[in-house]
């Protein structure tokens, strides 16, 4: 199978306008994907299916991936006039980076026998706009998939035709697969309770003492 | 002296009267003495597979159903009369020929009416005028 | 009929070839040879289940062999396996709808408690949580042994229940209830979380 490269360059001649990168994954897996823009997505992904050199007719799964606002600090040297001489000094740079989530589709040609291409859809952030466009136009098998991905990490796929949740109940409001989700404190007895496990006891112990007899618990630490 | 034909009637209605009813009554008697009714919306509740029930039980079916059966139907009786007709074929006079060959025909030409009808598309917005 | 027969008479007579019993006694010898399990698994411990029914170990032996598929004609739930918190609803509908007497078996880890799910935010902490339990297996899944075992002190749970009394069976209880309440499908969580009359926690004792 050609390159990644060489499927960017041929994808950019056939859908103009389209925004690929290419995203290395430095992992001993060593599968790099391609970064596709929102709006030309279905066009890139019907022009890897149906292109005759790829025929990637087969898209065997669909993930969702969470990426939580950070900042990194980094520490650079800058040199700087300091009581008259030239020093070099210090600074650090907060860099804040907004969180957003992900959709990565793997395609793989069963006509061929080739693959996979890994290609990623990126929202514009975690709330409002959550919001990829649908797949499943152009991949059927990608519908329910999307649709769990929808339910666990709240991606709103346009063009979907049947965005129902498809593991928690429709009346459950939140999607438990997002890194910052907090399950309801309904938490019991644990006999050797370490770790998370140990934080959400303390917490449960200082919201509701009454239930379990968490005053020894309190008392003992 | 030999009792009547029909005693043994009566004492078989008799039995068979007796035979079901008893555990009928032991049952009553049990629930009067031992065991009371705890009747409940749900377990008294029609639907049995845990879910709740939706929508009304009385589902209507097309009338566009009843002709399928009706066609399906000729066709079933007309397997009756040919498979038999197949197994002595060697063996029967050309009249039998013509005269299935009648039968099938006038079949199909139910079969041609039925279907410049629209009986055999399924499922169609308005019926046939 | 609260009146026990003194046991020593009992096999004098018997020696005699004189069985007595009371009704009591005949009453939970029927009930407890044929208990018939509602068909239904959840689980991986559904296949130790139908292993459990199957020709190895035949079920059959012990009178529980009928698996019904409707709650109404049915003695004894069979809690084999994860219990999602989208199934718990389901599973308390279909234990009331069973006539009493009714017994439930919670069979795993994960029927018992969560099992190696507790911590997963769609998975029930235990079904015992909504509905009674009398007998649990623990195991991740229980060997068919296990369940034959649970079967066992469940008829003699059953041989030891009183038609009469103060303790009488809960069935024969007027007071006692035989439907429990349906957990909702809340915005975060199943409303309630728990059946507070039914279910409390246990408590905590470090030393």
């Keep these: 199978m050609e390159s990644l490269e060489e499927i960017k360059t041929r994808v950019e001649a056939a859908v103009p306008g389209a925004d690929i990168s290419i995203i290395p994954n430095p992992g001993p897996a060593n599968q790099p994907s391609l970064l596709i823009d929102n709006e030309h997505a279905p066009h890139v992904a019907r022009f890897l299916r149906d292109d005759p050199a790829l025929r990637l007719d087969h898209c065997s799964n669909v993930t969702g991936v969470d990426w939580l606002d950070r900042t990194v600090t980094k520490k650079v040297k800058v040199k700087k006039l300091v009581e008259g001489e030239e020093k070099e000094v210090e600074e650090t740079h907060e860099e804040f980076f907004p969180g957003y989530l992900e959709s990565v589709y793997h395609l793989y040609s069963m006509a061929l026998k080739q693959g996979p291409v890994i290609i990623r859809m990126r929202t514009a952030d975690r709330g409002e706009g959550a919001r990829l466009p649908s797949l499943t136009p152009v991949y059927r098998s990608a519908d329910f998939q999307e649709r769990e991905i929808f339910d666990l990490y709240g991606i709103r796929f346009d063009g979907h035709p049947d965005l129902r949740r498809i593991l928690m109940w429709d009346e459950f409001e939140d999607y438990p697969m997002r890194k910052d989700y907090r399950e309801p404190d309904d938490y019991e007895y644990e006999p050797t309770p370490h770790d998370d496990v140990l934080e959400k006891a303390k917490q449960h112990y200082s919201t509701r003492p009454q239930l379990d007899g968490a005053e020894e618990l309190t008392a003992q630490e | 002296m030999t009792p009547n034909p029909y005693f043994f009637i009566v ?22 003495f031992f065991q009371p009714p705890k009747p409940g919306a749900q377990k008294n509740a029609t639907y049995e597979c845990g879910v709740e029930s939706l929508g009304e039980a009385h589902v209507q079916f097309q009338s566009q159903y009843y002709l399928y059966c009706i066609i399906f139907l000729i066709f079933d009786v007309e397997a009756v009369f040919l498979v038999p007709f197949a197994v002595a074929f060697t063996g029967l006079p050309v009249g039998a020929f013509v005269a299935i060959l009648i039968f099938l025909l006038l079949l199909i030409e139910g079969l041609v009416w039925a279907w410049s009808k629209g009986c055999l598309s399924w499922a169609r917005e308005k019926s046939v005028e | 009929m609260s009146e026990q027969i003194d046991e020593g008479l009992k096999s004098e007579l018997q020696k005699q070839g004189i069985w007595v019993t ?49 709650p109404r004609q049915a003695d004894l739930m069979i809690v084999a396996g994860t219990v999602t918190k989208k199934m718990a609803p389901q599973i308390v509908r279909l234990y ?7 017994y439930v078996i919670s069979m795993g880890a994960c029927a018992i408690s969560g099992g190696p799910f507790k911590q997963g935010y769609n998975v029930l902490k235990g079904i015992d949580r909504y509905i009674p339990v009398d007998v649990y297996i623990p195991g991740c899944p229980p060997r068919p042994e296990a369940l034959l075992h649970a079967f066992m002190e469940l008829q003699r749970k059953i041989d030891g229940q009183k038609l009469t009394g103060e303790n009488k069976a809960a069935h024969l209880d007027r007071a006692q209830p035989s439907e429990f309440p349906v957990p909702a499908f809340g915005a975060h969580d199943l409303e309630p979380p728990s059946n507070l009359d039914l279910f409390r926690p246990p408590q905590i004792e470090r030393v």
């Excluded at chain 2, 004492?11 to 009067?32: D, K, N, T, Y």
């Excluded at chain 3, 399990?37 to 296949?47: H, S, Y």
């Excluded at chain 3, 289940?49 to 598929?69: N, Q, W």
């Design chain 2, 11 to 32: 004492i078989f209605v008799g039995v068979a009267v007796v035979f079901p009813l008893m555990p009928l009554g032991l049952a009553w008697l049990w629930r009067h």
């Design chain 3, 22 to 70: 009371s009704t009591q006694e005949l009453y939970n010898w029927g009930r407890r040879n044929s208990i018939w399990p509602l068909q239904f698994g959840l689980a991986c411990c559904a296949i130790e289940m139908i292993a459990t029914a199957a020709s190895r170990y035949d079920l059959a032996r012990f009178g529980g062999e009928v698996f019904r598929p409707s």
């Design chain 3, 96 to 102: 009331n709808q069973m006539p009493d007497p009714k």
